[in-house]
């Protein structure tokens, strides 16, 4: 009430910012005292599920994380070097690339039909939850060789799950270490700015929070945008069944296509992901479960190919066309739909993808 300027009766269920904030401050705290703050003799942590901070003592000759992920006889030390590259690429990608995009994104105020789509979710009277994909999920779900199911995920249970599928001591060690952080991909980043423009313009909240920070009854009751891939946001799959194309992941060899199911003149029954060549993005559009707000799905094939649903979703010319293929007139709100884009991958981005499908779904 006294920080945030929230009145004593305000509803928790709707308005998340609290919990949101003291989730980053955990995971703050978590990375000041495994990195920087890897020497101090008194660790300051808050439990998952509580709001109240512990204080206790680092344990003695307890080594810092540098020191020991950067062993030269760790096992897992290729995994983790990948890693770190991959970190430091992303980051030097960022400024350039959102330096790019910024001069090819016009004002707010010149794209009337992204504005009046977005006004649909955003100005609807619910709370919105921009939720961002969860990179390091994908990293340990492909060490242990399984896909995490939604409640072993949003009970963080990642330390079983690393018993149970890793016998080996050095990669369960690894795998419970990294899997402590949730960074997200960069397309999400992108679509976190745009979206906060629109919102902004039209002076109303929109939280921006991990996928590893979503609830099961949050989703299903207020308006929450989904970012990224079935195995990089679980929370993908409570839709998945009610879709016109439909993910469908198999593990071994490892691979990804969207099934269509129910092919109209023209499509292909199924559409499978070339990897690092090209790819898929489902952008779905649907009411929560509870319908009592909406669903924003935009879900890739890869981390990659969900930049192509994030600039469709924000391009006027996008949106224009769609508008035009769902027989919209002037004025007429969006209805509920699904569009299936097909993405070209160079060199880790997405140059171009074409319209493949799309689903006008009944109110």
């Not at 897992?76 to 960022?94: H, I, T």
């Not at 001591?169 to 990294?178: H, T």
């Not at 779905?284 to 707000?293: D, S």
């Amino acid at each position: 009430m006294d920080v945030l300027g929230r009145p004593p009766d305000y509803d928790t269920s709707h308005d998340t910012l609290v919990r949101v904030l003291v989730s980053q401050l955990r995971k703050k705290l978590h990375e000041h005292f495994a990195g920087e703050g890897r020497d101090e003799p008194l660790i300051i942590e808050i439990p998952k599920g509580s709001y109240v901070p512990v204080f206790r003592p680092r344990p003695e000759g307890f080594p810092g994380i540098e020191a020991e992920l950067l062993k030269p006889a760790f096992a897992a030390r290729p995994l983790l070097a990948g890693m770190l590259a991959g970190m430091a690429l992303v980051g030097l990608a960022w400024g350039t690339y959102s330096a790019v995009q910024a001069k090819r994104q016009p004002s707010a105020g010149g794209r009337p039909n992204v504005e009046a789509f977005w006004g649909q979710i955003l100005g609807n009277g619910q709370a919105t939850d921009l939720v961002m994909s969860d990179v390091n999920l994908l990293e340990f779900e492909n060490l242990i060789g399984h896909s995490v199911p939604l409640p072993e995920y949003e009970g963080h249970e990642f330390d079983q799950l690393a018993e149970q599928y890793l016998r080996n001591p050095d990669q369960r060690a690894l795998a419970k270490r990294f899997i402590n952080r949730a960074p997200t991909a960069l397309p999400d980043a992108l679509m976190a700015r745009d979206l906060g423009v629109i919102a902004a313009a039209r002076h109303v909240p929109l939280n921006v929070v991990s996928a590893r920070d979503l609830s099961s009854s949050v989703a299903a009751s207020q308006n929450i945008i989904l970012l990224g891939s079935f195995r990089g946001n679980p929370w993908v799959g409570l839709f998945e069944d009610q879709l016109a194309f439909q993910t469908d992941y198999q593990e071994t060899p490892a691979s990804v296509r969207f099934i269509n199911r129910s092919p109209l003149p023209g499509e292909q029954p199924w559409y499978r992901a070339e990897w690092r060549r090209s790819g898929y993005c489902r952008v779905a559009y649907r009411p929560n479960l509870k319908r009592t707000g909406i669903t924003m799905l935009i879900s890739g094939s890869d981390v990659i190919s969900t930049e192509a649903g994030a600039r469709f979703s924000t391009s006027e010319e996008w949106m224009r066309q769609l508008r035009q293929k769902l027989g919209l007139k002037a004025g007429e709100p969006f209805p509920y739909f699904e569009v299936l884009l097909h993405t070209k991958i160079v060199n880790n981005t997405v140059p171009s993808f074409d319209l493949v499908a799309y689903r006008p779904h009944k109110n």
